[in-house]
């Protein structure tokens, strides 16, 4: 069976690939574009810094329960955009767990709060980065700064689908939603009642956006205005990733939807 995968639209140069998870190791399916060549992932860093954080919590360094934020809030309220704290701001624009309101800087916290008194880059580095043999580098700030390639993104999708230093119980909650019920706005794509959102990942759940309509409602990942993203779908044990050169626009609501749907009849066939 032939099946189109084509990055033809795409503007720039961009990177790409489809790797399912096999009894036997990852096997790619497709791939397109230089795979290796780092690039800015934009708010695909919140993934790096959610596993971090799962890591840490699977080892009992810290626990989701700790006070984070503003009052009220916890470490795991930040880490589900539950904290009421707006994109950027650093005091609650609205109750704590009453909305999913996207914020950068609740991410920001999230990550000084589980690193501690440590660098948050070399938290991320000995977390992360060295543990699953990445190249990616963290070279701003946590909930937007890190640097790597496609390839940097299939080892960290690998470890979210392997659950890689995870507890089961850990896994699964930050990978299912969180506070269900909220209803809020995916930066670019428009309110959503609920907005279903892990600790960390975006839930697919009943959206239809830039996830596409194939993959299934347990996918999970996140996209970054860099025009990089991260889907992962558990139910097939696959995962798309892709970084860009052209920032996140018109031309990805137009194209990503689409191009995710080809991923996972890629995968099926």
């Not at 639209?9 to 790619?28: I, N, Q």
């Not at 440590?118 to 043999?133: K, M, T």
């Amino acid at each position: 069976m032939s099946v189109h995968f084509d990055l033809a639209d795409w503007p720039g140069e961009p990177a790409a690939v489809v790797v399912a998870l096999r009894a036997d190791g990852p096997e790619k399916l497709a791939q397109w574009g230089p795979l290796d060549q780092p690039r800015e992932w934009a708010s695909v860093s919140k993934l790096a810094v959610a596993y971090a954080a799962a890591c840490a919590v699977s080892r009992g360094d810290i626990r989701l329960s700790v006070a984070a934020g503003p009052p009220g809030s916890s470490l795991e309220h930040l880490l589900a955009h539950a904290s009421g704290l707006g994109l950027e701001e650093s005091s609650a624009t609205s109750p704590v767990g009453s909305r999913r309101v996207y914020s950068n800087v609740g991410i920001d916290i999230a990550a000084a709060t589980c690193a501690g008194t440590e660098a948050v880059g070399e938290w991320l580095n000995e977390g992360v980065f060295a543990p699953l043999a990445m190249a990616a580098s963290l070279r701003g700030r946590a909930s937007s700064g890190v640097v790597g390639s496609v390839d940097d993104l299939v080892l960290l999708g690998l470890a979210w689908l392997r659950a890689t230093g995870l507890t089961p119980s850990v896994h699964q909650g930050f990978t299912t939603p969180a506070f269900a019920s909220l209803d809020g706005v995916v930066p670019g794509w428009g309110r959503w009642s609920p907005c279903e959102w892990g600790l960390g990942p975006e839930i697919k759940g009943s959206k239809t956006h830039w996830m596409g309509t194939l993959a299934s409602p347990l996918s999970y990942g996140h996209f970054g205005m860099s025009g990089a993203l991260l889907l992962i779908d558990p139910l097939r044990s696959v995962l798309v990733a892709a970084t860009s050169t052209v920032d996140f626009g018109p031309w990805a609501r137009k194209l990503w939807s689409q191009w995710i749907d080809q991923a996972i009849v890629l995968a099926d066939a």
